[in-house]
Nanobody, 124 residues
Framework: QVQLVESGGGLVQAGNSLRLSCAAS????????MGWFRQAPGKEREFVAA???????YYADSVKGRFTISRDNAANTVYLQMNSLKPEDTAVYYC??????????????????WGQGTQVTVSS
């Protein structure tokens, strides 16, 4: 099993930045890919960003150019740097991990492990 713990959420004004962290523990050697998803009230969980085990990155169009995903394999941690935040970025942000090499990283159901989520609120 893999455990994921997110941190770094909070309340910020529009235009500011936040950095989310996700620390993995347990059978971390089994993780190939990691991703960030978010869920706003009344909406479905949506893809935000993902990073493959070899470093390839993917972003939702809504965050491209503002968010950056990175990972520190030695520390078993993945980060999401969020710049130029907008009120529409308000959501609970979830970290996810996938153990299959051929994971379709933009699809929620492809991930086996999930964190508990961290709230990000952007005020206008």
């Amino acid at each position: 099993q893999v455990q994921l713990v997110e941190s770094g959420g909070g309340l910020v004004q529009a235009g500011n930045s936040l950095r989310l962290s996700c620390a993995a523990s347990g059978r971390t050697f089994s993780i190939y890919h990691m991703g960030w998803f978010r869920q706003a009230p009344g909406k479905e969980r949506e893809f935000v960003a993902a990073i493959r085990w070899r470093g390839g990155t993917y972003y939702a169009d809504s965050v491209k150019g503002r968010f950056t995903i990175s990972r520190d394999n030695a520390a078993n941690t993945v980060y999401l740097q969020m710049n130029s935040l907008k009120p529409e970025d308000t959501a609970v942000y979830y970290c996810a991990a996938a153990s299959k090499r051929d994971t379709i990283v933009v699809v929620t159901s492809q991930y086996e492990y999930w964190g508990q989520g961290t709230q990000v609120t952007v005020s206008s």
